[in-house]
């Protein structure tokens, strides 16, 4: 017994403040949050206690999953994360096959790629507001004034204006932004398969397509599923990004971040933290089986 | 290199009970913070929390301040502005202190029914017996008084100036190059659309617009003039009836109106609106008066480079909104407050802040020949026009109907719902 807790007894002493400081602050707080999404708190009096506030459970969210706008904010979601995972992997893929190649300046093209991850969403949001301009014909700017100029007329479009897929076009700056990091990923996970599998392979006479089908890209695979999860849930938390582009109340780039925001800067304490604890929900089916099958494989 | 056990322990046991002196220490510290209020009436000091930390709003916050420490020399200002956003960024930090009973000693607020939520919550104090005291229910328009006072019929803020929302601003040179006449009087919405419609077949934006606020802006403008005065308020105490016919036809010209706005006026904010009819790229800007800023930072004259009128259909009316300061409750220094309230209503400090800020005094024995020619013409409508409440700066409507009804705008002009649907969603959300 004493003999056990000496053993044990240091490195929980030694864990304890982590320990105590995330359960307060990770847990604790999800605890707290979740506990007012369930009472009818929409009020400032009843956020201060002027007025009794009761505890309503699922209502809430019953009311927020019906609602027509709330849907709305939820399909921007998808379709930007959608976008977003596409595009990022495809692209960051794509870099790193090219520099995988023995090639001369590759240090300096990787730093390019990966350069605008550097950059925080606000910086870059705020001139690709300027870049994503609505305005079409004579008044047109940015990439729309670009596409008149190289004679791509019809390209020109209203971009994030337009209210069923606008929020795709706020995913070309989140795109831009961490392809190279996706890149970084992939590069690494290229450089980690050793030289003899490819010589194997070439040797018993597999195709290059062959190559890669069977046997780089099944080792590429825990990169990918990573890269996954790192830009899934990014992507599900977006909102500086869209705030800097768009406002708060624009109708055609809302997500649930910013509902959160909209419904906390009106007082309305259980919605913004029902759509917090959806949130949550959402990220964590993304992102406890990735916990689940690492753990696994750990063990393994 | 290897710890031994006992060391280990050792550290792990320093790094605990560090955590938890650090955890002491600041609360220590806090509640030496607020010991302070319990001696004395706090009359020493005054906090006060603004979002005026830039141009011509620091400039009138500045001389506001001039005027402060010559009538309360004793009492210390602390400058709590909070820059960023138009006020969002400060609005966000109040509501977090107010709620973890940490208010400034004053804050700003636009006066009317934005302070609901404040009044509701107990936050901030009734301050009708100021009134009194500082004589100012005499020199503030009796309707503006009505404005700001509060459903329980207590005021809870003091207004330091007044602008008017319902004024157009045009381009003389882009309308008289497309043959209409700058001095021209519309008589109402219809009149003017006729010169939009001119305006549009010759290739120019007729009117700018920007972000979904300046579209509920112009909405409330557009509402004013379709409703009259009276009606118009009745949208915002239940009287008048939102599904009514007069507000489908409002909501119409209001459609059509729209139908004259640059395409990317969702990306923009008022300043790039307003600039649009200063550089001539649009015809006319429907804004606020604090407009006026933007055109003569640019040395643009009145009456030459610059027309402004009040929406038609809504002369004889005026539109406002006023930013005030508040006494919240627990405040530290109630005294230095109070002394700050008095300034902020008195005359010296009216005038001297709107001279810089660009707006107007919202008592009336102000001198208007110390203004500008267009804070003369906001003077003497003021005087004699029916005043009645914004709804897009928070003096008609609670935080939360504002929210509801800009969603619902964003939602009609970006395309995504029909005018039926429009009108229903305000009757919703006017409903609360």
């Known amino acids: 017994m004493l003999k056990s807790l000496r053993r044990a007894g240091p490195p929980l002493l030694l864990l304890a403040p982590s320990l105590i400081l995330v359960a307060v602050f990770v847990y604790g707080l999800i605890g707290a949050n979740f506990r007012t999404s369930i009472t009818d708190n929409h009020t400032a009096a009843q956020a201060t206690g002027q007025e009794p506030s009761a505890v309503v459970w699922f209502q809430n969210y019953f009311a927020l999953l019906g609602d027509e706008a709330f849907q709305h904010s939820l399909k921007n979601l998808v379709l930007y994360t959608v976008v977003f995972l596409a595009g990022t992997m495809l692209m960051g893929f794509v870099w790193a096959w090219l520099l995988d190649k023995p090639m001369r300046g590759e240090g300096i093209f990787r730093s390019i790629y990966l350069f605008p991850m550097a950059v925080s969403f606000v910086a870059s949001g705020v001139v690709w507001r300027w870049l994503l301009n609505s305005n079409q014909g004579e008044s047109a700017s940015g990439l729309n004034r670009l596409f008149q100029i190289i004679g791509l007329d019809a390209l020109q479009n209203n971009w994030w204006n337009n209210v069923s897929v606008g929020i795709v076009a706020i995913a070309i700056p989140a795109i831009w932004q961490l392809s190279g990091y996706v890149m970084a990923l992939f590069l690494a996970g290229f450089r980690g398969i050793p030289d003899e599998l490819r010589e194997a392979a070439r040797m018993d006479g597999a195709s290059e397509w062959k190559l890669y089908r069977h046997v780089l890209f099944p080792q590429l695979s825990p990169i990918a599923l990573s890269a996954l999860i790192i830009i899934g849930h990014m992507s599900l938390k977006a909102f500086d990004l869209i705030m800097s582009i768009s406002k708060p109340a624009n109708y055609q780039t809302k997500v649930p971040a910013v509902d959160m925001y909209v419904f906390k800067s009106s007082f309305d304490y259980a919605n913004a933290a029902a759509v917090g604890s959806i949130l949550l929900v959402i990220v964590a089916v993304v992102i406890v089986p990735y916990l689940i099958r690492t753990n696994r494989q750990e063990k393994r | ?432």
């Open chain 2, 1 to 432: 290199m290897r710890l031994n056990r006992r060391t280990s322990a050792t550290v792990a046991g320093a790094a605990l009970v560090g955590l938890a002196l650090a955890a002491c220490s600041s609360g220590g510290s806090g509640d030496g913070g607020s010991g302070d209020d319990g001696n004395g009436g706090g009359a020493d000091e005054v906090e006060v929390f603004t979002w005026w930390a830039a141009g011509s709003e620091k400039a009138g916050l500045d001389a506001l301040v001039g005027v402060f420490n010559e009538q309360h020399p004793d009492v210390e200002f602390i400058n709590g502005a909070v820059a960023g956003g138009a006020g969002s960024a400060a609005k966000d930090l109040l509501q977090s202190r107010l709620q973890a009973q940490d208010p400034p000693d004053t804050f700003q607020a636009h006066a009317g029914a934005e302070l609901q939520d404040y009044i509701d919550a107990a936050q901030i104090e009734d301050v009708s017996d100021l009134y009194d005291e500082f004589g100012l229910t005499d020199v503030f328009p009796a309707d503006l008084v009505d404005r700001v006072t509060a459903e329980d019929g207590a005021i809870y803020s003091i207004p330091s100036n007044v602008h008017r929302a319902n004024v157009v601003w045009a381009n003389p040179t882009v309308l008289e190059e497309n043959g209409i006449d700058p001095a021209a009087e519309y008589a109402d919405l219809d009149a003017w659309m006729a010169d939009l419609d001119t305006l549009q077949a010759a290739g120019v934006t007729p009117l700018s617009v920007a972000t979904t606020w300046t579209q509920v802006h112009l909405l409330e403008t557009v509402l004013l003039a379709g409703l009259g005065a009276e009606a118009y308020n009745g949208l915002w105490d239940g009287s008048t009836d939102w599904e009514s016919a007069e507000v489908t036809a409002a909501l119409e010209d209001f459609e059509q109106l729209m139908s004259y706005t640059n395409s990317d006026r969702d990306g923009l904010d008022w300043p790039e609106a307003t600039q649009m009819v200063i550089d001539g790229n649009a015809a006319f800007n429907v804004m606020g008066d604090w407009a006026v800023a933007a055109f003569e930072e640019q040395d643009k004259a009145l009456g030459t480079d610059f027309v402004a009128f009040p929406v038609p259909g809504t002369d004889g009316v005026f539109d406002f909104l006023a930013d005030s300061f508040t006494l919240p409750v627990g405040a530290p220094h109630p005294d230095g407050a109070k002394a700050w309230l008095e300034t902020v209503g008195s005359l010296e400090g009216q005038v001297a802040f709107n001279k810089a800020k660009g707006s107007i005094p919202a008592r009336t024995d102000a001198d208007p020949s110390e203004f500008s020619e267009y804070q003369q013409t906001a003077i003497e409508s003021f005087g004699q026009d029916t005043i009645v409440s914004s709804l897009a700066h928070g003096a008609a409507t609670p935080v939360a109907t504002l929210n509801a009804i800009s969603d619902a705008t964003s939602k009609f002009t970006s395309g995504a719902s029909d005018l039926a649907t429009y009108q229903s969603e305000l009757a919703a959300a006017a409903q609360g």
